[in-house]
């Protein structure tokens, strides 16, 4: 396989997975499912755990880190982390091949080069990262509370965008959460709610935007039909252009080849 290409196995407060694949490796960006629904989830792709040549993981949340350590251990597969994620999950990765992720520095696992980034969002040393072939790039950014320009910087002149469009605040605002988990949520190192997806968005897409998805929507806070309207807004295109990743399907293989 020449090119790059990704799909999720799943996107929301119940579980992250995404799969990257360029020439013969492949990547999975995080990992909040078991071991048996990973498979599960994989074999809608046509693909095989023993496929992993690495885990990446963001930060320490248990919808994105939950299910690491076991299908890590299980198939032996390697795994890159931050430095500040690390830290008090030694016991846990004990046994695991855990390779640190050392701050800005890019790094490489086979054919998939990978940058890391900072944002800013309530876990120890949160990361999100670009994926690239050295041809195209990927922009991944699902867990912060507001943009920043290294943020903006980062993502500018990618060929696809994984974008968080975590929810709608007027639904927030009415929703039955404590209040307590509103705040968080909307604070600054909380999650991006529609119009604040939308406004990095206007920042970094130029021509060669080719793919845009909404990720980590929240089921009961935001709507496929709102954060597509959001994006599309900003890029004057069809809604129904813009991908969803969803919390149980993800979405299939997008193709940078």
């Given amino acids: 396989m020449s090119g790059l290409r990704f799909a999720s196995l799943g996107s929301g407060s119940s579980g992250n997975a995404m799969v990257v694949q360029s020439a013969g490796t492949t990547v999975m960006l995080d990992c909040g499912f078991g071991v048996a629904e990973v498979k599960r989830r994989l074999a809608r792709l046509e693909m095989h755990v023993e496929a992993l040549d690495a885990i990446v993981v963001t930060h320490e949340h248990g919808d994105h880190i939950g299910g690491v350590a076991r299908i890590a251990r299980r198939h032996q597969i390697p795994v890159w982390m931050s430095h500040g994620t690390w830290r008090g999950l030694e016991s846990m990765f004990a046994d695991i091949q855990v390779n640190l992720v050392e701050g800005h520095a890019a790094f490489s696992v086979g054919d998939v080069q990978v940058e890391p980034y900072p944002?800013?969002?309530?876990?120890?040393?949160?990361?999100?990262?670009?994926?690239?072939?050295?041809?195209?790039?990927?922009?991944?950014?699902?867990?912060?509370?507001?943009?920043?320009?290294?943020?903006?910087?980062?993502?500018?002149?990618?060929?696809?965008?994984?974008?968080?469009?975590?929810?709608?605040?007027?639904?927030?605002?009415?929703?039955?959460?404590?209040?307590?988990?509103?705040?968080?949520?909307?604070?600054?190192?909380?999650?991006?709610?529609?119009?604040?997806?939308?406004?990095?968005?206007?920042?970094?897409?130029?021509?060669?935007?080719?793919?845009?998805?909404?990720a980590h929507l929240s089921e009961q806070n935001n709507t496929p039909e709102l954060a597509r309207a959001a994006l599309a807004s900003v890029l004057t295109c069809s809604p129904d252009w813009i991908g969803i990743a969803d919390q149980n399907d993800g979405f299939g293989w997008r193709d940078l080849s």
């Fill in 119 to 214: 944002v800013p969002h309530d876990a120890r040393e949160p990361a999100q990262f670009v994926f690239s072939d050295g041809a195209v790039r990927l922009g991944v950014l699902t867990d912060t509370g507001e943009s920043t320009r290294h943020i903006e910087r980062t993502l500018t002149a990618c060929d696809a965008i994984v974008l968080e469009c975590n929810h709608d605040p007027d639904m927030l605002a009415r929703s039955n959460y404590p209040a307590r988990l509103r705040r968080r949520i909307s604070s600054r190192v909380g999650h991006l709610d529609n119009a604040a997806a939308a406004t990095l968005l206007s920042r970094v897409a130029d021509s060669r935007l080719r793919h845009v998805i909404a």
